[in-house]
Each structure stands twice: as C-alpha cells, then as structure tokens.
C-alpha cells in the first residue's frame, strides 16, 4: 500500500509504503503525488522536499521501479530537491544506496536514508530544507492506512 500527505506551503511530501504486498497502481501514486509537489514548489520557487518511510515488511521494489524512481528523482523541477528516505530495513537502505548512486544529481539535489522521522527532521533540518513537521503528516497518512484492510497499525513505529 501506499498513502500520502503534504504541505504545500512548504513543498513538504510524506509518502509511506506499507504491507507485504506493492502494487503498480502504489508506486505509480507515489510519482503522481511526488511530480505534483514538485510542479507546485517550481511554480512557487520553493525546495520540494520527499520524505518516503519505508515499512519493514514492503518488499524490494522491481527493477522497472527502481529505474523509473531514479528518472524522477533526475526529473526534479524545483531548484532544491531534498529526498530522505525512512527505513529500518537494511534491504531497502541498500536498494536505495544503489539507486542514489545510478541517479544523476544537480546542484541543489540532497539525498539521505535513516532510520525514524526524528532522525528525517534533524537531516532536513541540517540539510537547509524548511520542511514541514513531519509528525503531524505522518499521523495523518497513518490514519488513513489504518482505514485499510491488511495494512492496520502494522509497520514502521511512528512517533
């Protein structure tokens, strides 16, 4: 599964990836969702900043995936991009290590992996990005995932 939550004003993404099982349509909202912030914080000429929590239990992403993730990164309009990923999983941290290191970067462009949305917030935080409170975003796509069949109050521990 996969939900998200935004503030606009900030150009302020949290996507969260949860359950056993992911499908075309979840990656597909993921870049849907990550190309509309984007276009907004361009317009507005703000960062756009992605913070993209990762479930323990979400499998490997495809290949296919991986490489059309790595062309939207590169794709960013907004002039700052700041991209965390959240993940105990050291599977997932590596699969992202790689696709950092295949993605083509630009002046403006910061990528990073850890392991809570604290940790996230003070990498944003120290990175220069005005992100929104995390918490508050999370909550809320915690709620709606919760709403969902399979995927209730399972998952990465929020705060």
Known sequence: MFASASDDSTGTLLGVFSGAVVSDAHYEQS??????IDKL???SGIALTYVCVVDSQVPRPPAVWR????DANYGVKANRFYFVMVTNSMLI???YTAVNWVTQKRDGQHY?????IDEAQRWLAAHGARAADLGPLERQVRRELGRIPGVARSGYPSR
């Open 67 to 70: 490489k059309r993730f790595s």
């Open 31 to 36: 870049l849907t969702d990550m190309e509309r």
């Open 93 to 95: 941290r590596g699969v």
């Open 41 to 43: 914080a361009a317009a």
């Open 112 to 116: 990073g992996v850890v392991g809570s």
